[in-house]
């Protein structure tokens, strides 16, 4: 059975950084992709960002490029997501996800196994 659990969500300033740790069991880790999602409240769940199973292809949303980091620790079956200059608009729950293929998509269809959420509140 896979599981995912992420850590690393809490309350911060706008400006601040928070880094999003999610721990993967129960898979062979380093076959799949991984990414991130996030939901505020009222809204559509939100392709942030994924990467590859290698780690060297990575791909994030338009609205936190240059901002946000996908990585991922294939020896410690970890995904991260550093997160800077978080901005009011991120607030929302962050979920990791587990895909069902080897590549990178942003179609949460391709994911099979979700953690349970995070919660990121960015005060202005």
């Known amino acids: 059975q896979v599981q995912l659990v992420e850590s690393g969500g809490g309350l911060v300033q706008a400006g601040g950084s928070l880094r999003l740790s999610c721990a993967v069991s129960?898979?062979?880790?380093?076959?799949?992709?991984m990414a991130w999602f996030r939901q505020a409240p009222g809204e559509e769940r939100e392709f942030v960002a994924a990467?590859?199973?290698?780690?060297?292809?990575?791909y994030n949303a338009a609205s936190v490029k240059g901002r946000f980091t996908i990585s991922r620790d294939n020896a410690k079956n970890t995904l991260y997501l550093q997160m800077d200059s978080l901005k009011p608009e991120d607030t929302a729950v962050y979920y990791c996800?587990?895909?069902?293929?080897?590549?990178?998509?942003?179609?949460?269809?391709?994911?099979?196994?979700w953690g349970q959420g995070t919660q990121v509140t960015v005060s202005s």
């Open positions: 129960g898979s062979t880790f380093n076959n799949y992709a």
């Open positions: 990467i590859g199973r290698s780690a060297t292809s990575t």
């Open positions: 996800a587990h895909s069902r293929l080897p590549i990178r998509t942003m179609n949460p269809r391709d994911y099979d196994y």
